[in-house]
T-cell receptor, first 112, second 113 residues
């Protein structure tokens, strides 16, 4: 069964600290993996997208890694800011269009 | 605005009523998707439109749900005879074409009393 599992479910960190969010998937065949940030009451916003051949991609303080062999991805946030408080969703695409499989997200709270 | 626009942002209605949710995609985007996000759950795919092709309705949970996309642009999601379990945030996304990054609207929060 195609699944995307994220951990931890929630995380609280102090402003300025780094953190890493995990995503494990069983989706096959695999096309690409995306990380989205969803602020409360808003729609998800794309952070990164990686295909099978890419193993790292950065977007500012966000760095995503992908190990297609172990079917694991991580999202590393450096020097966290209060505005990083949001839900981070891992999305895996098996085939074009409708085969997007969404994780349930990790809720990150950054406190001062 | 240049983003995906959804309306209304919030909708409260009584059980048994019909509701219509609207999505204005980004101009020029040929692919349009509807998702449902329930509390504590991941996004659930509902329906997908690509250009003039027949929509993929495989995610619609029951025949009370339907959607259309007129003129390849605006889309409406209709829920008939609403039930309490329909309460959720309904998100619309569009992309240049299938497989390209999806841009999401802020959703319609639907509450069924």
């Amino acid at each position: 069964k195609n699944q995307v599992e994220q951990s931890p479910q929630s995380l609280i960190i102090l402003e300025g600290k780094n953190c890493t969010l995990q995503c494990n998937y069983t989706v096959s065949p695999f096309s690409n993996l995306r990380w989205y940030k969803q602020d409360t009451g808003r729609g998800p916003v794309s952070l990164t997208i990686m295909t099978f051949s890419e193993n790292t991609k950065s977007n500012g303080r966000y760095t995503a890694t992908l190990d297609a062999d172990t079917k694991q991805s991580s999202l590393h946030i450096t020097a966290s800011q209060l505005s990083d408080s949001a839900s981070y969703i891992c999305v895996v695409s098996g085939q074009a269009g409708t085969a997007l499989i969404f994780g349930k997200g990790t809720t990150l709270s950054v406190s001062s | 605005g240049a983003g995906v626009s959804q309306s209304p942002s919030n909708k409260v209605t009584e059980k048994g009523k019909d509701v219509e949710l609207r999505c204005d995609p980004i101009s020029g985007h040929t692919a349009l998707y509807w998702y449902r996000q329930s509390l504590g759950q991941g996004l659930e795919f509902l329906i997908y439109f690509q250009g003039n092709s027949a929509p993929d309705k495989s995610g619609l949970p029951s025949d009370r749900f339907s959607a259309e996309r007129t003129g390849g642009s605006v889309s409406t999601l209709t829920i008939q005879r609403t039930q309490q379990e329909d309460s959720a945030v309904y998100l619309c996304a569009s992309s240049l074409w299938d497989g390209q990054p999806q841009h999401f609207g802020d959703g319609t929060r639907l509450s069924i009393l």
